[in-house]
């Protein structure tokens, strides 16, 4: 490839000579809104020597194929109009193409010695993009000896191909002048030109390869030295191929694509988005998913490291050529081994039933790997993966990842039956770096156990420790509400295969419905809507599930009471509550306790058996006078012995590992097991508080169901 300076080539078409074209002999316009033959132009010389070269040039719009040519054609048998009309070929065509086809514009130019005494314009092909379309043809005509030298009435000088403001000049063909077009878009491109190897190639404007924009187009063409990968080029392939690979099992590299050596040149590629765009479609088989590693490997094309790897597609069509861009996020740059280094993208394909893969390249394909542009600002983009560390145990890539019990700022691969908090995108052992999946709504590949098939939503797996099996459920609501999801298979795939996941986010899980007891339990989750009228009738929820009237409720005709509680009696009777009285020396009667005056809660007072408030004698208030802040020496599963004479108070706050709970346990025993305080913990990691009362000389312990992880505890006395 050779990239030339757009001003050094300007400074170089000033010493070209100049082009002293002057007004033509004869000339026309035709105008063209379908295809059809224009009118005839007689070159005979009645007052005016006839025109030998011609230069022709068109414009047309809203056009998508066309065909113009110029036609010349000698004078019939009875010399009264033209004969049998023939489009000008061969060597007396010096510049462009005629026919010319182009759908914008074109031109063409003759030699001066192209003698006819009729002429014409044919358009033979019209095709417009929409209902109509326009094509404008000029035609100049010269005495000259080339419509390209002959200044009106001939001469000789520069064949000058450009037309427009910005075009340069290249040598086509043998040496002859060709028209360059100049750079129309909006951004600053470099002339390129790709030769064969023996010869060179027309030059053409297209983005400047740097490292700001560096894309490699797959082809066709066998890679060196190993045949079996094929080129990656800067120049995008003009014909579109087809690359077959039948029978294919799950999970298989398809075709390795690599760069040149030294390509991209480059000692750091920046942080940011790869781009995988591949163009495929599938015969026979199940389902079929793509996805793209990107390599950096030698010049000799063996592996050096794996730079990342992309998200699944979704399941390819059958027998429809569908574009898929799968990506890769990197939060860092990625340092090359070597600035002789090539790129590789490996892409791989996970199917269910041996299809045929058909993957395109070249041509309207556009397949190719794009790699991270330095002018994009990630700074404020939600990063997919975050940066992390991994903890005692580590993590492995495509595995569920969860927080250290130890540690909440650690990862570790999840436990069975843990759903965690994100995906790993690499793998790390202690204390090293990761990068953590954990964005809901983005596609992640998580290894699968067991049989995944597309469209159910995925959980932990209970028996292999990181990956995802399948629920058989397409909706939450079928799913039990003690269980966590991952997320929904995208594609279906076997035991021990990446799947490709939407995942969720973390602390999901399932809405199935409460179910009753029918003998041997019923399961936890959400209770079923009460009916229209069911609050009416009286209806509860019953342990068997429904809701229904209890037994002995329907038919009330009187409501009575027992003492404290009195009734008026009838279906809708006036309740009330004697007080509570103290004793007196025969005992004393049930009721509403006294309320307590202002202030007895500071004097401690406590009810007496008499029916006042007041202080125990010798209490002096008994409430707790002294506090202590004893965290950092408490932990779970340790007995601990109240040595006072007084009773002591234990606040403790905590959280599990997982889904369950934490209990205060307390009595005389040095192995207490009565417990005082229980607290369901409804996820991971949340913190829940328990409080009890420790008797003077007893023994108090804080147990739960799953690791503990204390993170407050205070005692008073």
């Keep these: 490839m050779k990239t030339f300076s757009i001003l050094v080539l300007a400074l170089l078409l000033l010493t070209l000579p100049a082009v002293a074209q002057g007004p033509p002999d004869c000339s026309w316009t035709d105008t063209f809104t379908a295809a059809t033959a224009g009118p005839d132009h007689a070159n005979t010389s009645s007052g005016n020597s006839p025109c030998v070269a011609y230069r022709v040039t068109y414009d047309a719009v809203g056009m998508s194929a066309l065909s113009v040519q110029l036609e010349g054609a000698p004078l019939n048998s009875a010399g009264t109009g033209p004969g049998t009309y023939a489009a000008l070929s061969g060597t007396a065509i010096v510049q462009g193409n005629n026919p010319m086809t182009d759908p914008g514009n074109a031109t063409v130019a003759t030699t001066g010695t192209v003698y006819y005494a009729y002429v014409r314009i044919n358009c ?5 993009t929409g209902a109509s379309g326009k094509i404008t043809v000029r035609v100049y005509g010269y005495k000259g000896t080339s419509a390209a030298q002959a200044p009106g009435g001939g001469g000789s000088g520069f064949v000058n191909p450009m037309t427009s403001l910005g075009d340069m000049i290249s040598g086509g063909a043998a040496g002859t002048p060709e028209r360059v077009a100049a750079n129309s878009s909006t951004t600053t491109d470099c002339l390129v030109e790709t030769g064969t190897g023996t010869s060179g190639a027309p030059p ?21 030295p190993t045949a079996s990968y094929l080129q990656m080029t800067l120049t995008h392939p003009t014909s579109l191929t087809s690359l077959s690979y039948a029978g294919v099992t799950s999970n298989e590299v398809l075709q390795n694509f690599a760069t040149n050596a030294a390509n991209p040149d480059l000692a750091t590629i920046p942080s940011g988005s790869y781009d995988c765009h591949v163009r495929a479609y599938k015969e026979g088989g199940s389902t079929t998913t793509l996805y793209c590693e990107i390599w950096e490997v030698s010049s000799a094309e063996v592996d050096i490291a794996k730079i990342g790897t992309t998200e699944q597609s979704p399941p390819l069509v059958s027998s429809q050529e569908t574009g898929y861009d799968l990506h890769y996020i990197a939060n860092t740059a990625y340092t090359m081994a070597s600035t002789s280094s090539r790129i590789v993208a490996r892409v791989w394909e996970n199917s269910v039933g041996s299809p045929t893969i058909i993957l395109t390249v070249g041509g309207e394909s556009d397949a190719h790997l794009a790699l991270p542009a330095t002018t994009i600002d990630f700074s404020n983009f939600v990063p997919l993966n975050t940066p992390e560390t991994a903890g005692a145990s580590g993590v492995t890539v495509n595995l569920l990842a969860s927080k250290d019990t130890s540690n909440p700022t650690l990862y570790n691969t999840a436990p069975l039956g843990i759903c965690g908090a994100g995906v790993a995108q690499s793998t790390a052992t202690s204390g090293q770096s990761f990068g953590l999946l954990a964005v809901p709504g983005t596609l992640v590949n998580i290894v699968g156990q067991g049989t995944i098939t597309a469209g159910h939503f995925l959980t932990a797996s209970s028996t292999v420790q990181g990956e995802v099996a399948d629920t058989g459920q397409t909706s939450p609501s079928a799913i039990p509400i003690a269980t966590c999801i991952v997320g929904v298979a995208q594609a279906s795939a076997t035991d021990g295969h990446l799947v490709s996941v939407k995942y969720v986010g973390a602390g999901i899980f399932g809405a199935g419905p409460f179910v009753g007891d029918s003998g041997s339990g019923g399961t936890l989750g959400a209770v079923p809507a009460p009916a229209a009228g069911d609050a009416a009738a009286g209806k509860f929820l019953a342990a068997g599930g429904g809701w229904s009237v209890p037994s002995g409720a329907s038919g009330v005709t009187a409501v009575t009471g027992t003492a404290p509680i ?13 007080n509570f009285t103290g004793d007196s020396g025969s005992g004393g009667a049930k009721g509403a306790v006294p309320a307590p005056s202002a202030g007895d809660s500071a004097a401690g007072k406590f009810l007496a058996a008499g029916g006042g408030w007041a202080v125990p004698a010798g209490g002096g208030g008994g409430a707790p006078t002294v506090q202590n802040v004893v965290t950092g020496s408490r932990t779970a599963g340790v007995v601990y012995h109240n040595t006072l004479s007084v009773p002591l108070y234990v606040s403790v706050t905590a959280y599990t590992g997982s889904t369950s709970y934490i209990q205060l346990l307390t009595d005389s025993s040095s192995s207490p097991s009565t417990m005082t305080c229980t607290q369901f913990a409804a996820a991971a990691l949340n913190d829940v508080n328990c409080f009890t009362l420790v008797l003077a000389g007893n023994y108090y312990e804080l147990t739960g169901g799953a690791s503990v992880t204390v993170t407050g505890w205070t005692e008073w006395h």
Excluded: H, M, N, Q
């Excluded at 033979?124 to 417009?128: H, K, M, Q, R, Y």
């Excluded at 894309?215 to 066709?220: A, P, R, V």
């Excluded at 009195?566 to 509550?577: N, R, V």
């Design 124 to 128: 033979t092909v019209f095709t417009p």
């Design 204 to 224: 053409a404007f297209s983005p400047c390869p740097t490292a700001a924009s560096l894309t490699y187009y797959f082809t066709d063409t066998a890679s060196s």
């Design 566 to 578: 009195a009734s008026s009696g009838g279906t809708t009777p006036a309740i009330s509550i004697s």
